[in-house]
């Protein structure tokens, strides 16, 4: 069974926008800090978790390249994609509740 590479696609490039504000636009500040704490102290401590999301989030910009470049083999390629920008998101989620 072949499947459409619109639908993956699509799904890979906004969970990696998604990804890319979250670490790198503010949008994990905003959703993880307190409002009486500086912006340094809480950023300090989602490093950590900003830092092994970041690896997960390289593993799936390759995966999603790799897939492109090699199309006998993207429909698991794009998959592993997908899975790596979610392991990507939740390493960011959980490493930003465990700070707060």
Known sequence: MRISPVIPTVASLLLA?????SVFA?????AF??????????????DGAS?????????A??????????PARF???IGGAVVAWLVAEGVLFVGGMLSR
């Open 17 to 21: 926008a998604l990804w890319g504000l």
């Open 26 to 30: 503010g949008w994990g500040l905003e």
């Open 33 to 46: 800090c307190t409002d009486g704490e500086t912006s340094a102290a809480c950023a300090e401590r989602l």
């Open 51 to 59: 830092t092994l999301s970041g690896w997960f989030a390289m593993l």
């Open 61 to 70: 910009a390759l995966l999603t390249v790799g897939a492109w470049v090699f």
């Open 75 to 77: 429909a698991v390629l």
